[in-house]
């Protein structure tokens, strides 16, 4: 036995040990949170996700982001693409709270690493919580209202305090505008959600809550028309005090405001605005620009993205199309319906419906002259749900 212990080495270890770094290399364990892992997963999640099965898919990538953390950080760029392929299969499964969720963190990781101006990207956020909001997602609206004003007051704080010329204020507080609106038709939680203006604030009470969330709504609804209309006479103000006067754009604002007040009723107030419009095209001095194109036709409020959403019908609706005429009044209101086509023809419900819209429809009258005329034969068609 000690003879063959002695003679092993001189036979065996050699040829062994010229081949050990290789195999060393070839065989080396790896960390469980080694970076090579993250393309293993990636991949593996990426066929999950190509096969349809995007809950597993969703294990992969929430492991992939783990890896990527712990390898490169909390809130590094390369996180951005897989939480957007977390949002694709959540999107896919219809996991619509934990795709709120994920919104979030994309928004404040691409802010984080905008390279320009970040309008873009509150806008987009924006977005997503008006849909959400209008899709009836949740069980506190409001939430997602005061998400849309919080995105655009933490934009224009930043602005403020960063000194930046006060016309890229401008975006921010029209999208701010969009969620006033939205505000101001606000039914509560118990009730849909109401797309058509019917007047004053309404007084439905909203879902009973005790947070500070509730507290800060309850104060926006109160002071709801006193908002939009600060909001847009600082735009006016901002546009004013530019060294070189943008006329098409006081022009828009001054018109927004006044779609603002008569959609308050404040009819006085809103036709002031228009003819305040109306001459700042026709004293400019400029034979090209006319004043009537700012009025074409009348123009159903609010001229807005504010009650629009990418959102499938609701199943339990029926859908209809129609074309009707009618004229407007000099202070807005909707006179003299008649249907020329409705589809479907003998559903009563589908005509009561749309007349209903129309009467509670407020428009933007037209203007000739500098003038506030009633309009006649105006012919739109309208598919809804009803």
Same mark, same amino acid.
């Given at each position: 036995?000690?003879?063959?212990?002695?003679?092993?080495?001189?036979?065996?270890?050699?040829?062994?040990?010229?081949?050990?770094?290789?195999?060393?290399?070839?065989?080396?364990?790896?960390?469980?949170?080694?970076?090579?892992?993250?393309?293993?997963?990636?991949?593996?999640?990426?066929?999950?996700?190509?096969?349809?099965?995007?809950?597993?898919?969703?294990?992969?990538?929430?492991?992939?982001?783990?890896?990527?953390?712990?390898?490169?950080?909390?809130?590094?760029?390369?996180?951005?693409?897989?939480?957007?392929?977390?949002?694709?299969?959540?999107?896919?499964?219809?996991?619509?709270?934990?795709?709120?969720?994920?919104?979030?963190?994309?928004?404040?990781?691409?802010?984080?690493?905008?390279?320009?101006?970040?309008?873009?990207?509150?806008?987009?956020?924006?977005?997503?919580?008006?849909?959400?909001?209008?899709?009836?997602?949740?069980?506190?609206?409001?939430?997602?209202?005061?998400?849309?004003?919080?995105?655009?007051?933490?934009?224009?704080?930043?602005?403020?305090?960063?000194?930046?010329?006060?016309?890229?204020?401008?975006?921010?507080?029209?999208?701010?505008?969009?969620?006033?609106?939205?505000?101001?038709?606000?039914?509560?939680?118990?009730?849909?959600?109401?797309?058509?203006?019917?007047?004053?604030?309404?007084?439905?009470?909203?879902?009973?809550?005790?947070?500070?969330?509730?507290?800060?709504?309850?104060?926006?609804?109160?002071?709801?028309?006193?908002?939009? /209309?600060?909001?847009?006479? !600082?735009? %006016?103000?901002? $546009? =004013?005090?530019? #060294?070189?006067?943008?006329?098409? &754009?006081?022009? +828009?604002?001054?018109?927004?405001?006044?779609?603002?007040?008569?959609?308050?009723?404040?009819?006085?107030?809103?036709?002031?605005?228009?003819?305040?419009?109306?001459?700042?095209?026709?004293?400019?001095?400029?034979?090209?620009?006319?004043?009537?194109?700012?009025?074409?036709?009348?123009?159903?409020?609010?001229?807005?993205?504010?009650?629009?959403?990418?959102?499938?019908?609701?199943?339990?609706?029926?859908?209809?199309?129609?074309?009707?005429?009618?004229?407007?009044? /000099?202070?807005?209101?909707? !006179?003299? %319906?008649?249907? $020329? =086509?409705?589809? #479907?023809?003998?559903?009563?419900? &589908?005509?009561? +419906?749309?007349?209903?819209?129309?009467?509670?429809?407020?428009?933007?009258?037209?203007?000739?002259?500098?003038?506030?005329?009633?309009?006649?034969?105006?012919?739109?068609?309208?598919?809804?749900?009803?």
């Amino acid at each position: 036995m000690r003879r063959l212990r002695t003679a092993l080495p001189a036979c065996i270890l050699l040829p062994v040990l010229a081949a050990a770094p290789a195999c060393a290399q070839a065989v080396r364990p790896f960390s469980a949170y080694d970076p090579v892992r993250v393309d293993a997963v990636l991949a593996e999640a990426g066929a999950l996700r190509a096969a349809g099965r995007h809950r597993d898919a969703l294990r992969g990538y929430r492991r992939a982001i783990h890896l990527t953390r712990i390898n490169e950080g909390l809130d590094t760029p390369v996180q951005i693409g897989l939480l957007e392929r977390v949002l694709e299969s959540q999107l896919a499964l219809g996991l619509r709270e934990a795709a709120d969720g994920t919104q979030e963190n994309l928004y404040r990781l691409r802010l984080r690493h905008a390279a320009g101006p970040a309008e873009r990207l509150a806008a987009a956020y924006s977005d997503w919580k008006r849909e959400r909001y209008l899709g009836g997602a949740g069980t506190a609206g409001y939430r997602s209202l005061l998400a849309m004003i919080d995105v655009h007051d933490e934009a224009l704080a930043a602005l403020r305090s960063a000194g930046e010329d006060g016309v890229a204020e401008v975006p921010h507080l029209y999208h701010r505008l969009e969620a006033e609106y939205l505000v101001s038709t606000y039914a509560g939680e118990n009730s849909p959600v109401t797309h058509v203006h019917s007047g004053g604030v309404g007084l439905a009470d909203y879902q009973t809550a005790t947070d500070l969330d509730a507290d800060r709504f309850r104060r926006l609804r109160k002071h709801n028309f006193r908002n939009g /209309r600060e909001l847009l006479e !600082r735009v %006016i103000a901002i $546009l =004013e005090a530019q #060294p070189e006067r943008d006329v098409e &754009a006081l022009a +828009a604002a001054r018109i927004a405001l006044g779609d603002w007040y008569l959609w308050w009723y404040r009819r006085g107030r809103a036709l002031e605005n228009y003819r305040e419009a109306w001459s700042l095209y026709a004293d400019d001095g400029d034979p090209a620009t006319d004043p009537a194109a700012l009025f074409p036709g009348p123009r159903e409020l609010p001229d807005a993205n504010s009650f629009s959403t990418g959102r499938a019908p609701d199943p339990y609706q029926q859908p209809a199309r129609a074309r009707v005429r009618f004229s407007v009044s /000099r202070l807005g209101e909707v !006179r003299d %319906i008649e249907f $020329l =086509e409705l589809e #479907p023809g003998d559903a009563p419900g &589908a005509r009561s +419906a749309l007349y209903q819209l129309l009467k509670n429809y407020r428009f933007r009258p037209l203007l000739r002259d500098g003038e506030v005329v009633a309009a006649s034969d105006v012919v739109r068609q309208y598919r809804y749900h009803y």
